[in-house]
Every structure is written in structure tokens, then in C-alpha cells.
């Protein structure tokens, strides 16, 4: 008897998570839902709803956005099969693209940093890229060649076990994605906009003009009340022309064997520059990678573009104990050790800052083992953008709608039918 009274008082607490859940969802997608009101049948809103919904309680890294499992949750299991049809209904409407959702995030995006700015805080532009691997895959539209991240990972030597393969970089069928987050020196980010993109078929484009592009559309809207944080994948003189052009203020993280000019004129390596200089103040910098503080030496020199002369400031970070250093430029003045470690606190899109690392890109654990971004299935490359759009609402909307930690979502009940009064 006492074994079932302990049942009952789990499933009720599930429930209350659920209908919490549920309420929190819905006003996040309000102005979302209102939007597909206007294009689409009511029938076909609340699917998107529950669609929604199903993908945050349903995570399963293989079969995550299978529509016949999804189905399966979305309405109950003997009526699977008609659930995976309202799916399909929702997902090859003509009335309605993905771009409904993209203005959505940018709507999410503009009054998250006007909220930011009122209220004195610094708005980072963080810039994410990687790829989306489909190794299994031949028929999907438009795939391409990308660089497999899981294989770099599998190579690394494991202690105990030898002789790792080696050889050139391995390339496999899938498809270039590109997010820009908005966030503060701290609390989670929002997404701001998601680009899926390939480099053949109809709809290929080349990876310049789709950063660019969007580089355009943020300058535009913020200017210079964003600073943006990019990796190394952007540095170069192209990507440094393209952010002169806008007038933009960033912090790059830039190879140690890129060339820059130093103060007498002379064309050198990053790490040439600074090569035997002492650090000039030291602080605990908070490696959200590892979980841990770590003591680094900093240092700063000033530096010019090599093709436009213009004025910069190369910010070196030493985290010592054999690891390498950061060379991070920037445009932003730098006069003092202070301003200086400045510089260093807006990365944590490569895992430097005290914001949650696991909310930074879909590629992390948490997000693509849970919401399963690469178990896209549909051959209609217009039917798998718009499921992998219909996803990005889930991550964009976890941290924000969950007042319980991210690995009890699992445990919350799905809620039947979607809130639609």
C-alpha cells in the first residue's frame, strides 16, 4: 500500500512538471504561434505546438526526429501511425516556410538586447558554425562534403590502446550549419538566427557569402551595441575587410600563425610578437569546459592589420601548465591589464566564461544526443529544414522555460494535446 501512495505522489509531481512545462512553452512560442495562425489550418498550429513539445520530452540521440517515433508520443501509441500523418501534414504545408521561424528568433534576439543594453550590461554576438553528419546517408537532397568532428574524436589516443588511425581528415555526406547567440557576461543565451547551407546542388552557396550576409543583417539591426565573439574558423583578412566594412566591434580568436604587423612595421607570426614578453597581470579565469579556475597570465600589444594597416590589439591569455595560449584581437580599446581581461571574458563560445557551456551549441551534448538534429531522415530537403527549424525552438527555449535542471526534463510526462485557448 505504501509502495503504491510513493507511485502515485511521483506521477502527480510529473504531472504538475508537465503542465509547468507546458505553460512556459506556450507564452515563449506565443508570437510564434500567433504568426503561423495567420498561414495555416488551427489544426496544423497546434500539431507545431505539440511538435514542439514531444521533441523536449522525447530525446533520443538516433531516433529524436524519426516522425514515425515522434508520432508515437504525439498521440498514443495505437494511434501512432495517424499522429505521424499530422506531422507530415504540418511539415509539406506550402502555406507556411521556415522563414516564419527565422523572423521569430530575430524578433526573440532584438528584445533581448534592447533588454540588455537598458540595463548597462555588454551584449555579446556569439558566432557558432559546425556541421551536421549524415555518414549513413546518399538519397537526402543536396548533401555535401563536411569535415566529420565524431571521427577526430574516435582518432584521439585512449590511455591503455595504440596506434590510433591516422592520415588526412575524414569527410562525410551532411550539411554546414551557423547560429548566432545573443547573450551577457552571464545567464543563458538566445538564439538569434540558425543557417543550415550546402555547397552543392541547387540551393549551394559558397560560406563567405552566407556569413556575410548574415554579418550584414546584425550589423543592421544592433550596429555597435554588440560585441561579436568569433572562433578561429573566421580569421583571416577577408573576414577582418568584412568587419571594417560594418563598422562592427569584435573579439577574434586568431591562429598563432597568422601574420600581423607589430609596432615597428614588421610581418610576423602571433605568437613571434610576443615571444619572450612576461605577463603583465594575472587573474582566475573560469574554464567552463573543465570546471575549473585557472590561473592565467595576460598580456597585450598593440598590432595592424597587415592589408589595411588598421590599429588593433592583440590580447594574449596563458593558462599555463603546458597548455597553449590564447590569442584573442580586437578592436575594442585595450589600455589597461583590466581591459585586458576584459577582452578574454566574452568567449564562451569556446568555453571561457561562466555562462553554461551546454547552452551554447547544438552540437554539445545536451543538445544534439538529446534532440537528435542528425537523425533527419526526409528526403524533401524543405521538409528537413523546416523539422531542423522546429527543433531549434526547443533549445532556444530549455533554459528558459525549465526551472529544474536540464536532465529531469527527461523524467516529465508528455502533456496530451497542446495548449491552444
Same mark, same amino acid.
Given at each position: 500500500?505504501?509502495?503504491?501512495?510513493?507511485?502515485?505522489?511521483?506521477?502527480?509531481?510529473?504531472?504538475?512538471?508537465?503542465?509547468?512545462?507546458?505553460?512556459?512553452?506556450?507564452?515563449?512560442?506565443?508570437?510564434?504561434?500567433?504568426?503561423?495562425?495567420?498561414?495555416?489550418?488551427?489544426?496544423?498550429?497546434?500539431?507545431?505546438?505539440?511538435?514542439?513539445?514531444?521533441?523536449?520530452?522525447?530525446?533520443?540521440?538516433?531516433?529524436?526526429?524519426?516522425?514515425?517515433?515522434?508520432?508515437?508520443?504525439?498521440?498514443?501509441?495505437?494511434?501512432?501511425?495517424?499522429?505521424?500523418?499530422?506531422?507530415?501534414?504540418?511539415?509539406?504545408?506550402?502555406?507556411?516556410?521556415?522563414?516564419?521561424?527565422?523572423?521569430?528568433?530575430?524578433?526573440?534576439?532584438?528584445?533581448?538586447?534592447?533588454?540588455?543594453?537598458?540595463?548597462?550590461?555588454?551584449?555579446?554576438?556569439?558566432?557558432?558554425?559546425?556541421?551536421?553528419?549524415?555518414?549513413?546517408?546518399?538519397?537526402?537532397?543536396?548533401?555535401?562534403?563536411?569535415?566529420?568532428?565524431?571521427?577526430?574524436?574516435?582518432?584521439?589516443?585512449?590511455?591503455?590502446?595504440?596506434?590510433?588511425?591516422?592520415?588526412?581528415?575524414?569527410?562525410?555526406?551532411?550539411?554546414?550549419?551557423?547560429?548566432?547567440?545573443?547573450?551577457?557576461?552571464?545567464?543563458?543565451?538566445?538564439?538569434?538566427?540558425?543557417?543550415?547551407?550546402?555547397?552543392?546542388?541547387?540551393?549551394?552557396?559558397?560560406?563567405?557569402?552566407?556569413?556575410?550576409?548574415?554579418?550584414?543583417?546584425?550589423?543592421?539591426?544592433?550596429?555597435?551595441?554588440?560585441?561579436?565573439?568569433?572562433?578561429?574558423?573566421?580569421?583571416?583578412?577577408?573576414?577582418?575587410?568584412?568587419?571594417?566594412?560594418?563598422?562592427?566591434?569584435?573579439?577574434?580568436?586568431?591562429?598563432?600563425?597568422?601574420?600581423?604587423?607589430?609596432?615597428?612595421?614588421?610581418?610576423?607570426?602571433?605568437?613571434?610578437?610576443?615571444?619572450?614578453?612576461?605577463?603583465?597581470?594575472?587573474?582566475?579565469?573560469?574554464?567552463?569546459?573543465?570546471?575549473?579556475?585557472?590561473?592565467? +597570465?595576460?598580456?597585450?600589444? @598593440?598590432?595592424?592589420?597587415? /592589408?589595411? =594597416?588598421?590599429? %588593433? &590589439?592583440?590580447?594574449? *591569455?596563458?593558462? +599555463?601548465?603546458?597548455?597553449? @595560449?590564447?590569442?584573442?584581437? /580586437?578592436? =575594442?580599446?585595450? %589600455? &589597461?591589464?583590466?581591459? *585586458?581581461?576584459?577582452?578574454?571574458?566574452?568567449? @564562451?563560445?569556446?568555453?571561457?566564461?561562466?555562462?553554461?557551456?551546454?547552452?551554447?551549441?547544438?552540437?554539445?551534448?545536451?543538445?544534439?544526443?538529446?534532440?537528435?538534429?542528425?537523425?533527419?531522415?526526409?528526403?524533401?530537403?524543405?521538409?528537413?529544414?523546416?523539422?531542423?527549424?522546429?527543433?531549434?525552438?526547443?533549445?532556444?527555449?530549455?533554459?528558459?522555460?525549465?526551472?529544474?535542471?536540464?536532465?529531469?526534463?527527461?523524467?516529465?510526462?508528455?502533456?496530451?494535446?497542446?495548449?491552444?485557448?
Amino acid at each position: 500500500m505504501n509502495k503504491d501512495t510513493q507511485t502515485l505522489s511521483k506521477g502527480q509531481v510529473f504531472a504538475t512538471y508537465s503542465a509547468y512545462l507546458e505553460d512556459r512553452a506556450f507564452d515563449f512560442l506565443r508570437s510564434l504561434l500567433v504568426e503561423l495562425d495567420f498561414h495555416l489550418d488551427r489544426r496544423l498550429v497546434e500539431n507545431f505546438f505539440g511538435l514542439v513539445m514531444v521533441i523536449i520530452t522525447h530525446r533520443h540521440r538516433n531516433h529524436g526526429l524519426v516522425l514515425s517515433e515522434l508520432g508515437g508520443y504525439l498521440l498514443p501509441a495505437e494511434h501512432a501511425p495517424a499522429g505521424t500523418k499530422r506531422l507530415s501534414n504540418l511539415l509539406r504545408s506550402v502555406k507556411w516556410g521556415i522563414e516564419i521561424i527565422v523572423a521569430f528568433f530575430w524578433q526573440q534576439a532584438d528584445r533581448r538586447v534592447k533588454e540588455l543594453h537598458q540595463a548597462g550590461e555588454t551584449v555579446l554576438a556569439i558566432w557558432d558554425e559546425s556541421v551536421l553528419e549524415k555518414p549513413e546517408s546518399l538519397q537526402l537532397e543536396d548533401l555535401c562534403a563536411v569535415r566529420s568532428t565524431k571521427a577526430v574524436r574516435l582518432k584521439r589516443i585512449k590511455p591503455g590502446f595504440y596506434n590510433p588511425p591516422g592520415g588526412r581528415p575524414i569527410f562525410v555526406p551532411g550539411y554546414n550549419w551557423l547560429q548566432v547567440l545573443v547573450c551577457g557576461m552571464q545567464g543563458h543565451p538566445s538564439l538569434a538566427h540558425l543557417r543550415f547551407w550546402t555547397t552543392r546542388g541547387e540551393r549551394k552557396c559558397e560560406k563567405r557569402a552566407v556569413e556575410g550576409g548574415i554579418l550584414e543583417e546584425v550589423a543592421r539591426r544592433w550596429g555597435s551595441q554588440v560585441i561579436h565573439v568569433w572562433d578561429r574558423g573566421f580569421a583571416g583578412s577577408p573576414w577582418l575587410t568584412l568587419a571594417y566594412v560594418h563598422a562592427v566591434r569584435f573579439v577574434l580568436r586568431w591562429p598563432k600563425h597568422y601574420r600581423l604587423l607589430d609596432e615597428q612595421g614588421r610581418l610576423r607570426k602571433a605568437w613571434e610578437i610576443t615571444r619572450g614578453k612576461r605577463s603583465i597581470d594575472h587573474r582566475l579565469i573560469w574554464d567552463a569546459r573543465r570546471r575549473c579556475w585557472r590561473k592565467t +597570465g595576460l598580456i597585450f600589444v @598593440p598590432v595592424f592589420d597587415p /592589408t589595411f =594597416e588598421q590599429p %588593433l &590589439t592583440l590580447v594574449v *591569455a596563458r593558462p +599555463g601548465h603546458g597548455r597553449e @595560449p590564447w590569442y584573442l584581437l /580586437t578592436n =575594442e580599446p585595450v %589600455l &589597461t591589464p583590466r581591459m *585586458a581581461g576584459a577582452s578574454c571574458s566574452p568567449m @564562451p563560445a569556446v568555453g571561457w566564461s561562466k555562462c553554461p557551456s551546454a547552452w551554447i551549441s547544438p552540437n554539445s551534448p545536451s543538445k544534439a544526443r538529446a534532440y537528435a538534429a542528425g537523425s533527419v531522415s526526409s528526403s524533401s530537403c524543405g521538409s528537413s529544414c523546416s523539422l531542423m527549424l522546429s527543433c531549434s525552438p526547443c533549445y532556444s527555449s530549455t533554459p528558459w522555460i525549465s526551472p529544474i535542471g536540464y536532465s529531469d526534463i527527461g523524467a516529465i510526462e508528455p502533456v496530451s494535446g497542446a495548449k491552444m485557448s
